[in-house]
C-alpha cells in the first residue's frame, strides 16, 4: 500500500482500539455502577449510535466542503473533548451527555478517513477500502482485550486509557494526515465546487446500495443482540460466545493473505463479492436456525465471516466509485450512517420478532431481509447500465 494509506490504517487501529477499551462496558457500567436499568442503558446506547449517524452525514459533508484533513481534526476535537470531560466526571447524568458528544465527534472521523483512503490509492479499488476494515477489526479485538484486563484493576481507569489512546490517535492525525490532504487538496477541495450534484443514475444507484446495505447490517448485528442470549437459553456458556468472536478477528486478520487472491481470481469484480457475500451471511443464518449446540454456532460464525470479508469493505468501496468528484467524502458519510442505523435499529427489531413469535420466526425473517438485500446489490447497478445505453442510443 502507499505510504499514505498505511498512516490512515494505523491511525484508525489505534483509534479503535481506545474506543474498543468503552464500548463493551458501557451497559456494564451504566447498570452496576451507575445503578440504572438496562432499558435505560439501551437508550443511552441509542443515542450514542444516533449522534454517530448525525456524525458520520457530517463530517462526510464537511470533508467535500474543508478537506478530510480538518474534518478528521474537528472530530477529534470534539471526541477528544468528551472524553476529557468523561475521564474527569462520570457520574450520571454528565455520562450521557459525553457518549452522546463521542458518538457525534467520532462518527464524523470514519467518513473522512475512508474518502482519504480512497484518494490516496485510487488505483487500489477495494484494497484500500479492505485495509481500512481490517484495521478497524484488529483495533476492536486488540482494545476489547486490553478494556477487560484494565477494567480487573479498576474500570474508572477504562475512560484515562481511551483517552490516551486518542491523543495518540489526534497526534498521528494532526502530523501525518496534513500531507495527504494537501497532496488531494484537487480532489476535496476545488472539486466540491463544480460537483454539487450527483446524476440521477448514481443517486438511485446509491439508494439500492444502502437499501442492501441497512438490511445485511440489520440481520448481522442480532449477533449481538438477539443470538448472544438465544446462546444462553442453550446452556451455552459465556466463554463459548466470546471465542465466538474471537474466531470471527481471527479469521479476519489471518484470512487476509488468502483473500485478495481468491477475489482476483474468482471474483474479480466488486458487485459479485457483495452477492456472494450476502448469499452467505443467508447460508449463516439457515445453520445457526438449526443449531444446537455450540458447534453449530461455530460452523455458523466462520460462515458469517467470509461473508463479512466480502461485503464489508466492498460497499464503501462501491459508494466511492458512484460518488461524482467532490462529493467522495458525503457518500461515504451516507454509507457509514446507514451501517448505524442498521446496528441501531436491528436489536430493536429482533429484540420484538423473538419476544413475539419466538427465535426460529426471527431467523426466517432474517433470511427474507438478506434475500431482498441480494435482490438488490444485484439490481443497484440497473441504473447506471440503463444511463449507458440511454446515452449510446442518443436517447
Known sequence: ??????????????????????????????????????????????????????????????????????????????????????????????????????????????????????????????????????????????????????????????????????????????????????????????AAASAKRAGRAQVASLILLCFAYFLAWTAYTQWTATISTYTQTLHISLNKYSFLWTLNGAIIVLGQPLLLPFLKRFLPEVKQQIVVGTAIFMLSFAVVAFAGHFAGFLVAMAILTVGEMLVWPAVPAVANTLSPKGREGFYQGIINSVATCGRMIGPVVGGFVADAFGMKALFGLLIIFLAISLLLALLYDRPLVEKSHSGATGK
Open 1 to 190: 500500500m502507499p505510504k499514505t494509506v498505511w498512516l490512515l490504517v494505523i491511525g484508525m487501529a489505534v483509534n479503535m482500539t481506545g474506543a474498543s477499551f468503552l464500548w463493551p462496558l458501557n451497559s456494564i457500567y451504566i447498570h452496576d455502577h451507575l445503578g440504572k436499568s438496562l432499558f435505560i442503558a439501551g437508550l443511552v446506547l441509542m443515542l450514542n449510535n444516533f449522534t454517530s449517524v448525525i456524525g458520520s452525514l457530517l463530517g462526510g459533508y464537511l470533508h467535500d466542503k474543508i478537506g478530510g484533513y480538518r474534518s478528521v481534526i474537528l472530530g477529534g476535537l470534539i471526541s477528544a473533548g468528551a472524553l476529557a470531560g468523561l475521564t474527569w466526571n462520570h457520574a450520571w447524568p454528565d455520562y450521557v451527555f459525553f457518549l452522546g458528544a463521542i458518538g457525534l465527534g467520532s462518527g464524523m472521523i470514519g467518513p473522512a478517513i475512508l474518502a482519504m483512503a480512497g484518494a490516496a490509492w485510487k488505483g487500489g479499488g477495494r484494497k484500500a477500502f479492505n485495509a481500512i476494515y481490517v484495521a478497524n477489526n484488529i483495533g476492536v479485538a486488540l482494545g476489547a482485550a486490553l478494556g477487560g484486563v484494565i477494567a480487573s484493576y479498576s474500570i474508572d481507569l477504562i475512560f484515562a486509557a481511551n483517552l490516551a489512546l486518542f491523543l495518540v490517535f489526534m497526534a498521528i492525525a494532526i502530523f501525518g494526515y496534513r500531507n495527504i490532504a494537501e497532496k488531494h487538496a484537487g480532489y476535496a477541495g476545488t
